[in-house]
């Protein structure tokens, strides 16, 4: 397999150690050692040295979720994200990404989303009408909320007409290119849908991205690919937690207990972690647990639930579990995939946006 010097590095420095195998969302899921980061470096590092074929370690590539969890606990500075994607990339370019990843990769470049989807529902069609006109602020919702957690979507663009904010919202959102870089990393394809969508944002003033997982393409990878964005983009998070601030939202807290659920998108990549938590503690009483910031356990997502649903289902689980240990019984999350996940497995504890909060439902 072709790779980069310094992924080789990255690979055979990761291999021998297990170091961070016990912060791994997958690995704790599985119980497998094939999840963890070293099990990973592993099977590249044979790949690389001809012991075996790339297809074989290709299911085992997938089963990554790319939360950096491992990037972040690594003391020594070796990053299982960035062999993880090159090895994505080259299997992407050798013909060996698997059938599963093939029709998802399809459909992103078929219909701008994974799952394939080109309808929205009803209420969310007649918001977006309400919302066409042209301002100088864009609120992007992104793909798993337009076209998969569409209660979500509009309880985002309520939260903005609560507040008066005068707001685009567009009929044809322009994808991150998010789901691309994470089935096939920095492919031409990837880049050209970053490109357009950069271009496409570049029409407004300022843009509100809804979306963790977009926030990070937008505001970090593009600039690691050397994507400009023309307008200032800002997290959903950081705009909301700025009108509770100047007082557009008007906040009473309710006194319910909560605890925040840190996307690592934002966390992790984006080192935002304190605007959520002012607009919860604006209405709610806000506890933490034990891993919380930029320590935080990633609780599943909506494009792996396509391929590996029982193991997403056993991550939102277990950080179900994190929750209720320290007696918490309802958890705020601002990832519209992280809310379906945990929304999936909930009995006992109630899954709540930064939305529902606000808007008192
Ligand atoms: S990422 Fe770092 S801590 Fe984790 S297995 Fe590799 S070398 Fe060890
Ligand atoms: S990026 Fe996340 S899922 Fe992948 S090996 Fe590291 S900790 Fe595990």
């Given at each position: 397999m072709i790779m980069s010097e310094k992924c080789k590095q990255h690979v055979d420095s990761c291999r021998?150690?297990?170091?961070?195998?016990?912060?791994?969302p997958i690995g704790n899921a599985t119980g497998?050692?094939?999840?963890t980061a070293r099990a990973r470096a592993l099977g590249i590092s044979l790949v690389n040295r001809e012991a075996m074929g790339l297809e074989e370690i290709m299911d085992n590539i997938y089963e990554?979720?790319?939360?950096?969890a491992c990037v972040h606990d690594c003391t020594t500075g070796w990053n299982p994200v960035m062999f993880t994607k090159e090895t994505r990339l080259q299997a992407a370019l050798d013909g060996k990404t698997p059938d599963y990843i093939a029709a998802l990769v399809s459909n992103c470049l078929e219909t701008g989303n994974a799952y394939g989807k080109t309808e929205i529902c009803s209420d969310l069609a007649a918001a977006v009408k309400a919302h066409s006109a042209k301002k100088d602020t864009l609120l992007l919702l992104g793909v798993d909320a337009k076209y998969m957690v569409c209660e979500q979507a509009l309880k985002a663009i309520k939260v903005l007409e609560k507040a008066g904010v005068d707001f685009t919202v567009l009929d044809s959102e322009p994808a991150s290119g998010a789901q691309l870089d994470f089935l096939i990393g920095a492919a031409n394809e990837t880049k050209e849908q970053m490109v357009a969508c950069a271009k496409a944002l570049g029409e407004y003033k300022t843009v509100v991205v809804y979306d963790p997982d977009d926030a990070k393409a937008i505001k970090q990878t593009y600039k690691e690919y050397g994507i400009d964005v023309a307008a200032d983009v800002v997290t959903y998070t950081s705009f909301v937690a700025g009108l509770v601030k100047d007082g557009k939202l008007a906040a009473k807290n309710s006194g319910k207990a909560v605890v925040f659920q840190d996307p690592y998108q934002l966390?992790?990549?984006?080192?935002?972690?304190e605007e959520a938590r002012e607009v919860v503690k604006a209405y709610a009483n806000l506890s933490e647990m034990l891993?919380?910031?930029?320590e935080t356990v990633w609780a599943g997502n909506i494009l792996m639930a396509q391929y590996m649903p029982k193991v997403i289902n056993k991550v939102a689980e277990r950080r179900i579990f994190n929750a209720t240990s320290i007696g918490a019984n309802a958890i705020v999350t601002v990832s519209v995939a992280e809310y379906a996940s945990l929304k999936a497995v909930a009995k006992d504890v109630e899954i709540l946006s930064l939305e529902d909060l606000i808007l008192g439902e």
């Open positions: 021998f150690c297990w170091m961070c195998h016990h912060i791994c497998q050692e094939r999840n990554c979720c790319t939360c950096g966390a992790r990549d984006l080192e935002e972690t891993l919380n910031r930029g």
